[in-house]
C-alpha cells in the first residue's frame, strides 16, 4: 500500500484533507466573535454557514468532471490555491452581504477535493485497498477539525478572528507547492504492463458507459441519499455544535474550543477504521459480493450514528450530550468511505471522477439546507432539541433505503 510512490500520495492526501477541515471548521469556532462583531442573527448565521455549501456543491461535480478531464493533479492543485486565498479573504469581510459572497467563492475551491482524492486513489491503488485508502486519506478531514478549536480559539482571543484565517491561508498554499512537486498523476507503468503496452486503468476503461447512464441508477441516487443524511448530521455538528455548546450549555468560548476537539478525534479513528473495516467484511462475505459487505457497515453504522445524535438533544448534561454526539460522529465517518467505495465498485474508471462528484454534489446539498433551517429552528423555537430529532430521522429514513435500493449495476452490453 506504501512502496512504489503511494505513501506519498496518502501522505499528501491526508494533509490534504487536515487544511481543508482546518479551514472549514474555522467560521464555526470563531462564530461567537464574528455574530458580535457583525451584529448577526443566527438565522443570518445559519444563512452564513449554508451559503458555504452552494459553491461546494455545484463544484464537487464540476470538480469531479474536471478531474477525468484534466487529472486529479492539476485539479486539487487548483482547488487548494482557490479555497486557501478566499479563506484568508474572510478578513476583508464588513458584513451579512460580503460574508455569503466570500463563504460561496470559498466553497467553490474546496468542492473538488472528496472527488479528486477518489479520482487519485483509482489512480494509484488495486481495487482491493481503495476503500481501505479513502479511509486513511479522508481520515485528515476529522483532524483538521479537531486541531481547529484550539488554533483559532487561541489566535481569535489572543489577536482576534481575523488572523486566524491568513494563518490558515498561508498553510494552504504551501501544500499546494509541495504537491504540485512532488506528487505524479499516475505510477509508472510495471515491467509486465509496458511489455504488454496496457496500463491498469487503460485496460479496466475499456468499454466505458455512458457518465449519463450512471446518474439514472438507483444504486447510485441512493448511496447519494445516504451520503446526503450522512452529510446533513456533518454539517449540523461542523456548523452548530461550538454555537450549542456556547448558547445551550452556557460553556466559555474557551472550554467549547476544547471540548469540540472530542467529537473530531473519535471522528479521525471512525474514518481511518471505517475503509479498513469495510474491506475486511468484503473479503469475509466475498461469497455474497462486495456489495452486501458495504451496505452491511454503511447501514449499520448511520442507523447508530442517527440514534445517537437525536439522543443527543434529549439528554440534560453536556457530558451525556458531549458524549453522544462524539459517537454519532465515530459512527457516522465509519462509513465515510463507504459511499466511495460503492462508486469504485460500481462504474467503470473513466467515469469514476464525474459519478463520484455527482453524488457528492446530491449529497452536500444538505449543507445548503441544514445550517439555514437549524438556524432558523433555534430562532423560532429557541431550543437545539428539534434540530437533533431532524438530523437523527433523516439518517434513518436514508439507512432503511439503502437496504432496498442499492444493487449491482448492470452495465448495458
Known amino acids: 500500500m506504501f512502496s512504489n510512490g503511494r505513501g506519498m500520495v496518502i501522505v499528501f492526501l491526508f494533509l490534504a484533507g487536515v487544511i481543508n477541515y482546518l479551514d472549514r471548521s474555522a467560521l464555526s469556532i470563531a462564530a461567537p466573535f464574528i455574530q458580535d462583531d457583525l451584529s448577526l442573527t443566527a438565522t443570518q448565521m445559519g444563512i452564513i454557514f449554508s451559503s458555504f455549501s452552494v459553491g461546494y456543491a455545484i463544484f464537487n461535480f464540476l470538480g469531479g468532471m474536471a478531474s477525468d478531464k484534466w487529472g486529479a493533479k492539476i485539479t486539487l492543485f487548483v482547488a487548494m490555491i482557490v479555497w486557501s486565498l478566499f479563506s484568508g479573504a474572510l478578513v476583508l469581510a464588513v458584513g451579512f452581504a ?142 452548530w455544535f461550538p454555537s450549542y455548546l456556547v448558547d445551550a450549555r452556557g460553556l466559555s468560548v474557551e472550554n467549547m474550543s476544547i471540548i469540540t476537539v472530542i467529537p473530531w478525534i473519535f471522528g479521525f479513528i471512525g474514518l481511518a477504521l471505517g475503509g479498513f473495516v469495510s474491506d475486511f467484511f468484503s473479503k469475509k462475505f466475498a461469497q455474497q459480493g462486495v456489495l452486501f459487505s458495504r451496505k452491511l457497515v454503511l447501514v449499520t453504522c448511520l442507523f447508530l450514528s442517527a440514534v445517537c445524535i437525536g439522543f443527543a438533544g434529549l439528554v440534560s448534561t453536556t457530558v451525556s450530550a458531549v458524549t453522544l454526539v462524539a459517537l454519532s460522529v465515530f459512527f457516522l465517518y465509519l462509513t465515510g468511505a463507504i459511499y466511495w467505495a460503492i462508486v469504485n465498485d460500481v462504474v467503470d474508471p473513466g467515469n469514476v471522477g464525474s459519478v463520484g462528484g455527482f453524488m457528492h454534489f446530491l449529497a452536500n446539498t444538505a449543507g445548503i439546507i441544514g445550517p439555514t433551517l437549524t438556524g432558523y429552528i433555534v430562532d423560532t423555537s429557541g431550543t437545539y432539541t428539534v434540530a437533533f430529532l431532524l438530523a437523527g430521522g433523516l439518517a434513518i429514513v436514508a439507512s432503511l433505503a439503502v437496504i432496498r435500493f442499492v444493487r449491482p449495476i448492470v452495465k448495458p452490453v
Open 98 to 239: 460580503s460574508m455569503i459572497i466570500i463563504r460561496i467563492l470559498f466553497g467553490m475551491g474546496e468542492g473538488p477535493l472528496s472527488s479528486t482524492i477518489n479520482k487519485m486513489v483509482n489512480n494509484w491503488f488495486p481495487a482491493n485497498q481503495r476503500a481501505s485508502v479513502v479511509g486513511l486519506t479522508n481520515s485528515g478531514t476529522p483532524l483538521g477539525g479537531a486541531i481547529a478549536g484550539p488554533i483559532v480559539g487561541f489566535i481569535a482571543i489572543s489577536y482576534g478572528w481575523r488572523v486566524s484565517f491568513i494563518a490558515i491561508m498561508v498553510i494552504g498554499l504551501i501544500w499546494a507547492i509541495c504537491w504540485w512537486k512532488f506528487v505524479k498523476e499516475k505510477p509508472e507503468e510495471s515491467k509486465e504492463q509496458k511489455h504488454t503496452g496496457k496500463s491498469y486503468v487503460a485496460a479496466t476503461s475499456e468499454g466505458k458507459v455512458k457518465f449519463t447512464f450512471y446518474l439514472k441508477q438507483k444504486t447510485v441516487l441512493f448511496t447519494a441519499l445516504a451520503f446526503f443524511s450522512y452529510n446533513y448530521i456533518l454539517f449540523f455538528f461542523l456548523t
